[in-house]
């Protein structure tokens, strides 16, 4: 059974960081983009963050673009995502989804992810 789970969210001040953490089970997703979203309340799914299987090109939107950095470790049998946080804005406040895409070896952007996690709640106080 493959599972994406998330960890690492909280309650942070505005200004602070956090770091997210996603481990990927069940399959490997070393040759797989791997993508983070989040979902406020009453608000739409919206993409975060995504880097392909190398590590060599990463995508922000534009609304974290300079303060949030995705990295990944992609060990023998396992593959970790991160999302590196800083500078938090009560606007950042959602619930983080990591993602993996099953097409090996596909681009950064246009993904078509087939796997979620359950989410981690991040928020951010004023």
């Known amino acids: 059974q493959v599972q994406l789970v998330e960890s690492g969210g909280g309650l942070v001040q505005a200004g602070g960081s956090l770091r997210l953490s996603c481990a990927a089970s069940?399959?490997?997703?070393?040759?797989?983009?791997m993508g983070w979203f989040r979902q406020a309340p009453g608000k739409e799914r919206e993409f975060v963050a995504a880097?392909?299987?190398?590590?060599?090109?990463?995508?922000?939107a534009d609304s974290v673009k300079g303060r949030f950095t995705i990295s990944r470790d992609n060990a023998k049998n396992t593959v970790t995502v991160y999302l590196q946080m800083n500078s938090l804005k009560p606007e950042d406040t959602a619930l983080y989804y990591c993602a993996g895409d099953t097409r090996d070896f596909g681009p950064v952007t246009n993904v078509n992810y087939d796997y979620w996690g359950q989410g981690t709640q991040v928020t951010v106080s004023s």
């Open positions: 880097i392909t299987w190398s590590g060599d090109s990463t995508y922000y």
């Open positions: 069940g399959r490997t997703f070393s040759r797989n983009t």
